[in-house]
């Protein structure tokens, strides 16, 4: 596992079977999973490629489903051999798996108020990936841990989708920058405010436990960042690419009005 990321784990399947997400990849999962190896990536670049940004930093580098899902494919089969009657079953956000409660229960950081897994070395910059399995992998039990609770990102959130109350997953911008079709004038006026055309990075900005988040040494990440969209952009192999080009072309648009 060292050889595709540094930053993995293990959490026992039980532990967050009760919280799977209902979706199609839901079929892949092994007849009889038993464990969880989580991994993380982390995609923080060096500061001059934020120069001239109008993207959130996740969508910067190349599509991190490709680069995640392809490393761990290629961990899962060596697994495979090492254990010909285990199964190994790749996922990377496309998943059933709660990914960032099955990486604070594997111990790989903190859970934040702003609902993401904040890691010690690269803060909450790190995507998620993991390889389900049936086999068995004994581990110590893990006390979970949660960030200091300063509250800056529910202060600082432009939509109020982060309140004390909790998490609403319609108000967030992430959410609005990919929705389809027509936005209501709240949503066009909260997308325009925040000067962001694909998703958003202020309550990861604020967060003081990323203050000193150090930059990834993924090579497919350093390669080809596009910090930068306008209109006739490339999508490939972006993490905007799945939504097509109409949605991000109107978010575009919306920012010349
Ligand atoms: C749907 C989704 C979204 C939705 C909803 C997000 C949300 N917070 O619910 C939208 C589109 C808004 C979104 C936005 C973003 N996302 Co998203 N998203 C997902 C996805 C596909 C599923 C999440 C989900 O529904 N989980 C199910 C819930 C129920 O599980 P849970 O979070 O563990 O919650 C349970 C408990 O833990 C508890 N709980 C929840 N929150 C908290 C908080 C505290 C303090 C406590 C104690 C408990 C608790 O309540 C739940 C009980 O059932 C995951 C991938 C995956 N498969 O997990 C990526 C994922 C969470 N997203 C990710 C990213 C990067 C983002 C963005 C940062 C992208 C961006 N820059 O725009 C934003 C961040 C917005 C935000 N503040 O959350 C990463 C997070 C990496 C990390 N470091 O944590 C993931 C893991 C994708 C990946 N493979 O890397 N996302
Ligand atoms: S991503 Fe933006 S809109 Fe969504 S919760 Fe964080 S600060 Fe609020
Ligand atoms: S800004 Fe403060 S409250 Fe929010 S996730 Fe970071 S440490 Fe936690």
Not at 100 to 113: D, F, H, P, T
Not at 154 to 177: N, Q, W
Not at 202 to 223: G, H, L, R, Y
Request: hydrophobic share 35%; aromatic share 8%.
């Amino acid at each position: 596992m060292d050889e595709i990321s540094p930053l993995w784990g293990v959490c026992p399947f039980d532990k967050i079977k009760e919280g799977l997400i209902d979706c199609r990849a839901k079929s892949r999962l092994p007849e009889n999973p038993k464990s969880v190896i989580a991994v993380c990536f982390p995609y923080l670049l060096e500061k001059e490629n934020y120069k001239n940004i109008n993207i959130s930093k996740y969508a910067v580098v190349t599509d991190y489903h490709t680069v995640v899902l392809g490393r761990l494919n290629r961990a899962a089969e060596k697994l495979k051999n090492l254990y010909p009657d285990e199964e190994f079953v790749a996922f990377a956000d496309n998943s059933p798996v709660p990914e960032v409660s099955a990486a604070c229960k594997a111990g790989l950081g903190a859970r934040g108020l702003n609902t993401l897994l904040i890691t010690e070395e690269y803060g909450s910059y790190v995507f998620i990936g993991e390889i389900v399995t049936s086999l068995e992998i004994k581990v110590e039990d893990v006390t979970e841990k949660y960030c200091i609770g300063c509250k800056k990102c529910i202060e600082k959130c432009p939509s109020g989708a982060l309140t004390y109350a909790g998490f609403d997953r319609a108000l967030c911008l992430s959410e609005i920058t990919q929705k389809k079709g027509d936005l209501t004038e709240e949503e066009l006026r909260l997308m325009k405010d925040c000067g962001c055309v694909w998703g958003c990075d202020i309550c990861q900005d604020i967060c003081p436990m990323n203050k000193n988040a150090a930059v990834t040494s993924v090579e497919e990440f350093i390669s080809s960042p596009i910090p930068f969209v306008d209109e006739g952009c490339t999508l490939e192999n972006r993490a905007y690419e799945w939504r097509g080009r109409k949605t991000i072309e109107r978010n575009i648009s919306l920012h010349k009005r």
